[in-house]
């Protein structure tokens, strides 16, 4: 069983990929109840993720609009499926034209541990785009 962080950090996760979503369809796709799901979305309100409620047949959660998102958790493996798609676009000529390319990866950089860096560099001088 998922521990309550975990499923808390799944609510945010669903509302920012899925944008409105219903308690019902929200409660299912976490496994918990209505009652439980309304104390993570306190509890994520609590953590100041603004997150409007909308009553009424079509009604649902959602995350306030222009909220700018926190800081993600990445799995080693994802960290280096996004710094490869990011080497990609800069090979290709992307970083000059879309600076945020190359301050993505910075960002992603900063906060990487060192064996995933190497790891990140060793894919960066090893693997060439002929394309």
């Not at 000059?96 to 960002?107: G, L, N, R, Y």
Request: glycine content about 10%; aromatic content about 4%; cysteine-free.
């Amino acid at each position: 069983m998922e521990r309550p962080t975990t499923r808390v950090l799944a609510v945010l996760e669903l509302l920012q990929a899925q944008g409105r979503m219903s308690g019902s369809a929200l409660a299912a796709r976490i496994g918990v109840d209505g009652r439980t799901l309304r104390r993570y979305i306190a509890m994520l309100e609590e953590l100041g993720i603004p997150i409007t409620t909308e009553r009424g047949r079509h009604g649902g959660y959602l995350l306030v609009a222009g909220f700018k998102l926190p800081p993600m958790m990445f799995t080693d493996d994802e960290a280096l499926a996004l710094s490869v798609g990011l080497l990609a676009a800069r090979g290709l000529g992307l970083a000059d034209a879309a600076p945020a390319v190359a301050s993505a990866q910075a960002k992603l950089e900063r906060v990487m541990p060192g064996n995933l860096k190497r790891r990140v560099r060793a894919v960066d001088e090893t693997v060439a785009l002929d394309l």
